[in-house]
């Protein structure tokens, strides 16, 4: 009942930015719970930013300061990644949580190397 498409991902030299995008459309009826989440080879997937119904943010430690996100509306939202480090490379994907139900995109690569 609800569909994440998500774009913006490359590669990138370390020191450069990128923004990703993801459009939500279906039941989506008020704002809900947006967030990014990335998995780099090897390891679990982890936490890369939130932004509540209230428009309150969370960032993992890793990446404060360097990325925000952002979102125009209940169906679409950002993540600005300035100041990228080959540790950022990874599948960036996004989530919505409406009541318990948790959806995810299709995910997309970024790739931070010189």
């Known amino acids: 009942q609800v569909q994440l498409v998500e774009s913006g991902g490359g590669l990138v030299q370390p020191g450069g930015s990128l923004r990703l995008s993801c459009a939500a459309s279906?039941?989506?009826?008020?704002?809900?719970?947006m967030g990014w989440y990335r998995q780099a080879p090897g390891k679990q997937r982890e936490l890369v930013a939130a932004?509540?119904?209230?428009?309150?943010t969370n960032y993992a430690d890793s990446v404060k300061g360097r990325f925000t996100i952002s979102r125009d509306n209940a169906k679409r939202v950002y993540l600005q990644m300035n100041s990228l480090k080959p540790e950022d490379t990874a599948v960036y994907y996004c989530?919505?949580?409406?009541?318990?139900?948790?959806?995810w995109g299709q995910g997309t690569q970024v790739t931070v190397s010189s």
């Open positions: 989530n919505i949580r409406i009541a318990t139900t948790t959806y």
């Open positions: 279906g039941s989506i009826f008020s704002i809900y719970p």
């Open positions: 932004v509540t119904s209230g428009g309150s």
